[in-house]
């Protein structure tokens, strides 16, 4: 198997694609926040890092990592 076809089976792997990563998130901080708004996305090494801004004015920046495989979310700060 050449690099190209690892990289398209890795791909291909990822259960979690970026807008299941977001609504995962989303989903996660309106249990405990009023106003939820998702601020940036990215992808590092099998994990979705989101920065979410949270509460009345989205003042509040939390950052939560899901597995990008899984769909769990990993941690949150």
Known sequence: MD???KKTASTEDRAIDSY???NTA???FEQ????V????LELKGGVWFITVG???????????EIDA??????QYR
């Open 54 to 64: 949270v509460g009345f004015l989205f003042e509040k920046i939390k950052i939560v």
């Open 37 to 40: 708004e998702i601020k940036d």
């Open 20 to 22: 299941r990563a977001a």
């Open 69 to 74: 495989y899984t769909g769990r979310i990993i």
């Open 26 to 28: 989303k989903k996660f």
């Open 32 to 35: 405990y926040h009023n106003g």
């Open 3 to 5: 690099s190209t076809a």
